[in-house]
């Protein structure tokens, strides 16, 4: 293996000049470590947000006056390339797809990740690109149907922002569980939403949701575009709203509703345990291998045109994923 690996160095908050394509040291596993020589990873809106800097709560986390995090990117699919003397569940060679999580670092030729972490065997059947694509939109929308709506068959099912990683994921979940799915996107990504199982689209660019008459046991705005207020007129008695995205409003709602009424629910899926994560992403890989699920994979980049990615999806449009191929 190389002394030297390429990896994306997120040196600044901005654009021009924020992540940096640079030779750094190999990483080093540690007794229950393993070494991932990464093929695929891709740039989520999460990673976009990170970069820009802009907003002050995601600056918690990324660190307040400059990045804290030397290499961003969560999800990512490889090769096992060395494993530490205390790894039982994989050896050298494996095929597998892992989520770094609050680690990060998985926008480089090699990453580090514990055994404890999100890590499960890739299914033979699919492309590491497809697989770098899986564990942050599956598992967000999983955790936020299964757990926070109590999704069940028959339930009438809104998710807002179906085209993107998050929602397309979504989608196919909800349509999993048994739902009648509405899928809220705009008029170029109408087919693709309903071969992703909806049953009924709503164009948002052409009709407003406070127009709108049909109820609805779970709203899903995985793009946090609404808020509790401005979609409750669409939810049933004891329907719930939920959202992803941390804001003054939506923890007010949150504190707000509920007991026994229409109930507004934010959370934070990607903080949860990693052994829950671990055996979510064991039932997605399922799923995947039974062709439930597919991934929605929009653009893919070179590591060293990662900053095009980025800038990419910082224009909020993208459709599914964007994946860097080594
Ligand atoms: N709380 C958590 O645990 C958690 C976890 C993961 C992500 N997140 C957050 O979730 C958000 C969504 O993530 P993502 O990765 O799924 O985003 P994404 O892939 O970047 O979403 C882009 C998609 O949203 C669509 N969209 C934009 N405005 C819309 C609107 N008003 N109505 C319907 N669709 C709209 C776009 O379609 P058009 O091109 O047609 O506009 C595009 O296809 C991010 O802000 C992220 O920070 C939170």
């Not at 969560?74 to 999580?101: K, Q, Y």
């Not at 609050?102 to 890739?122: F, Q």
């Not at 164009?203 to 979609?231: H, M, N, P």
């Not at 804001?247 to 949860?272: C, E, N, P």
Request: proline share 2%; with cysteine.
């Amino acid at each position: 293996m190389a002394e030297d690996v390429k990896a994306a160095l997120f040196k600044a908050y901005g654009s021009k000049g924020a992540i940096v394509v640079q030779d750094i040291a190999s990483p080093v596993p540690k007794e229950d470590e393993i070494l991932i020589k990464v093929k695929a990873t891709t740039v989520t809106a999460v990673d976009a947000i990170f970069r820009s800097g802009k907003d002050f709560f995601p600056r918690l986390a990324t660190g307040i006056f400059k990045p804290k995090i030397k290499t961003l990117g969560t999800e990512l699919s490889g090769v096992v390339e060395r494993v530490g003397d205390n790894v039982t569940r994989f050896d050298v060679g494996d095929e597998v797809i892992a989520d770094s999580g609050t680690n990060y670092g998985a926008h480089a030729e090699y990453v580090v990740v514990s055994e404890k972490d999100p890590i499960v065997h890739k299914p033979n059947h699919l492309s590491f690109k497809e697989a770098a694509a899986i564990s942050y939109g599956s598992l967000t929308a999983l955790s936020f149907l299964r757990d926070h709506g109590k999704i069940k068959q028959g339930n009438q099912v809104m998710i807002i922002g179906a085209s993107g990683s998050v929602g397309t994921y979504a989608v196919q979940l909800a349509k999993y569980y048994g739902a009648e799915v509405t899928g809220v996107c705009s008029s170029k990504n109408i087919a693709l939403v309903k071969s992703l199982g909806a049953d009924h689209i709503i164009d948002y660019r052409k009709t407003s949701l406070k127009d709108l008459q049909a109820q609805f046991d779970i709203i899903f705005d995985t793009v946090g575009k609404y808020s509790f207020g401005k979609t409750k007129h669409l939810l049933k008695p004891k329907g719930i709203y939920l959202t992803t995205i941390l804001s003054l409003r939506s923890v007010f709602d949150m504190l707000r509703t509920g007991q026994g009424k229409q109930k507004s629910i934010l959370a934070f899926t990607g903080l949860r345990k990693n052994k829950e994560k671990t055996d979510d992403l064991g039932f997605i890989t399922g799923l995947f291998n039974n062709h439930s699920l597919s991934a929605v994979i929009d653009k893919e980049y070179s590591l060293d045109t990662i900053s095009d990615a980025f800038d990419y999806v910082a224009q909020g449009h993208k459709t599914g994923n964007v994946v860097i191929t080594m």
